[in-house]
């Protein structure tokens, strides 16, 4: 999602688990209760207190070097934030938001002029299901800062990850 487009007033999309969404068999055979993505790695891990219970490839903003800054900057940040909401009618596959900008982002943004940008989510692919597979195996990064997966892993994803989870953003 990033930039890519706008979105209507939070409210609407808070939070949205949606009926049974914690019921899956997929759900039952595992919970994260924090999530870590190694920018560096391109990897997205779910954790149970030290244990990684699984760990998925990702895709980043078109920028991936460094941390987010400025709306367009096409960075996906870093740091420790919070999976705070989601949207099951997302146009991506999904979407599970990541509560940039902080405090400490917004201070910087505002100090050198800028705008810090938001919108930031962990999503499938736009369009069709094939398309994650497309994007993803291209091992091109194309978001405009968000965090992609492919839309088998985002629904696990969904599935294991409670709104309130904890997530860090590494370099």
């Known amino acids: 999602m990033g930039e890519e487009q706008a979105q209507p007033a939070i409210a609407a999309f808070h939070p949205q688990p949606g009926p049974g969404t914690h019921d899956s068999p997929q759900a ?31 895709a980043l903003g078109q920028q991936p070097l460094g941390p987010k800054r400025c709306a367009g900057d096409q960075r996906t940040p870093e740091g420790r934030y919070t999976l705070d909401w989601r949207n099951a009618d997302s146009k991506y596959f999904r979407s599970m938001h990541i509560s940039y900008p902080d405090r400490r ?21 736009p369009g069709d299901p094939g398309e994650s597979a497309r994007l993803l195996g291209k091992g091109a990064d194309w978001t405009a800062g968000c965090i992609a997966v492919r839309d088998e892993h985002m629904q696990e994803i969904w599935d294991a990850v409670e709104d309130g989870t904890p997530i860090e953003i590494l370099p």
Not at 39 to 58: D, F, I, M
């Open 105 to 125: 982002d917004r201070r910087h943004a505002h100090s050198h002029g800028l705008d810090p940008g938001g919108e930031i989510m962990i999503h499938g692919a």
């Open 28 to 58: 039952r055979e595992f919970r994260a209760d924090r999530v870590v993505v190694e920018k560096a790695k391109r990897t997205l891990c779910l954790y149970r207190g030290q244990e990684v219970v699984k760990r998925y490839p990702v």
